[in-house]
């Protein structure tokens, strides 16, 4: 049994304890050569590495080591590691931006920090310290700034990874652990132009989460399962799935869902979302795109919402918008949803104005264009 054991902050507390995170302790070893950099038109979302990554890892009797920035290169693992067997893996996924006066800004990171820190817990592998963590993504980022293109909509997609490195088949928790960092420049997320909606299969006999599972927490192993279902999908023509458990709408591929529905008197609209039930990941966006209909005075609630109900307020007129929302796309407008059993197309009637405004104003607060709650945190002071 390792030494050590989790408290609130997720910070390292043992009973005979063993050294945290610390980025006091970083080494930074720069590439002699540097890599082209691609023209931003032709990036393939998540495919181009860059120059340099972070990597940090947990021993049980050492605890975490020094940190390091260096230059970008393959893993060298144990093949019986817990990662490779036991799907201990865990991740985020993050921004940098560069805004008009040149800084690099990351988006609320402290909730991606804390995120990540619930995943590892929610798969036993060791805690970290959260400020140290993103103190290092801020140096990371701050190397690799000549990467960000400098462009509406363009930016540094970041993924914090933690993997169990544990060496040995036996089915337990993963003692040992490799947290590491890369960085990829990020266009628009689908190739299509990002005025075009997109289109959704809604499928429930296939399910991304469910009650008791870990559709909540931003783990590997809860993708994979997706990749079949999205693969038929996209042959019946479709961009991306509806998961439906049961009746109930829980997301779509890998983002957040929200629905504008016209109330049935006056032209009020109201908002929803869903709630947050365990299979739900509780995104950065939607929180963010909650808050900001919340403080404009828009109703924007989260509840329960099902494909039963999405039908008939389409019948009723009165289903308005639906929209995805996350890191990677930000915001997505839906055009039609394609419904089981030969049911044909739920067509949404476009333009969607309250994805545009959201879009618009996550862009202005990311891109450090509008001062908003301290949402919006500079990589480079320093
Ligand atoms: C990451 C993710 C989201 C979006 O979360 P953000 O914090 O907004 O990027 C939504 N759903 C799933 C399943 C995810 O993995």
Not at 35 to 44: D, F, H, N, R
Not at 156 to 170: M, S, W
Not at 343 to 367: C, F, H, N, W, Y
Request: with cysteine; glycine share 10%.
């Amino acid at each position: 049994m390792a030494a050590w054991k989790s408290v609130g902050n997720g910070t390292l507390e043992g009973i005979s304890s063993v050294p945290d995170l610390d980025a006091s302790k970083l080494t930074i070893t720069l590439a002699n050569s540097l890599k082209p950099v691609p023209a931003p038109e032709q990036l393939v979302f998540g495919s181009v590495t860059t120059d340099h990554m972070l990597v940090v890892s947990f021993d049980p009797s050492t605890g975490w080591s020094a940190p390091e920035i260096k230059p970008y290169a393959p893993l060298s693992l144990d093949p019986m590691s817990s990662c490779f067997q036991y799907c201990t893996n865990i991740f985020e996924g993050m921004k940098a931006y560069i805004g008009p006066d040149g800084k690099a800004r990351l988006f609320r990171p402290e909730k991606n920090m804390a995120r990540l820190a619930r995943s590892a817990e929610r798969c036993a592998l060791p805690p970290f310290n959260q400020d140290a963590v993103l103190t290092l993504i801020k140096r990371l980022v701050s190397v690799e700034k000549r990467w960000i293109p400098a462009l509406e909509g363009y930016s540094l997609y970041i993924r914090p990874t933690i993997i169990g490195t544990r060496a040995a088949l036996g089915v337990a928790a993963s003692d040992h652990a490799l947290l590491y960092i890369i960085v990829t420049p990020a266009g628009s997320f689908f190739k299509q132009a990002p005025a075009k909606p997109i289109s959704l299969l809604a499928v429930s006999n296939s399910v991304r989460a469910w009650p008791g599972g870990t559709g909540g927490h931003k783990l590997g192993l809860n993708y994979a399962p997706g990749f079949l279902p999205q693969r038929v999908a996209v042959k019946q023509g479709y961009d991306q799935i509806l998961w439906i458990l049961g009746d109930v709408v829980t997301e779509a591929g890998v983002m957040n869902v929200f629905v504008a529905i016209k109330r049935e008197e006056g032209d009020g609209v109201d908002v929803v979302t869903p709630e947050l039930d365990g299979t739900i990941l509780p995104g950065v966006t939607r929180m963010s795109v909650l808050e900001l209909l919340q403080k404009e005075g828009t109703s924007a609630v989260e509840r329960k919402v099902t494909i039963t109900e999405l039908k008939a307020l389409s019948a009723q007129g009165r289903l308005l918008e639906v929209f995805l929302v996350g890191t990677a796309v930000l915001v997505a407008s839906v055009g039609r949803i394609g419904l089981e059993g030969g049911e044909g197309d739920l067509v949404l009637p476009g333009p969607s104005p309250v994805a545009a405004a959201m879009k618009k104003r996550l862009l202005d607060i990311q891109q450090g264009r509008e001062e908003y709650e301290n949402w919006s945190v500079v990589c480079d002071d320093d």
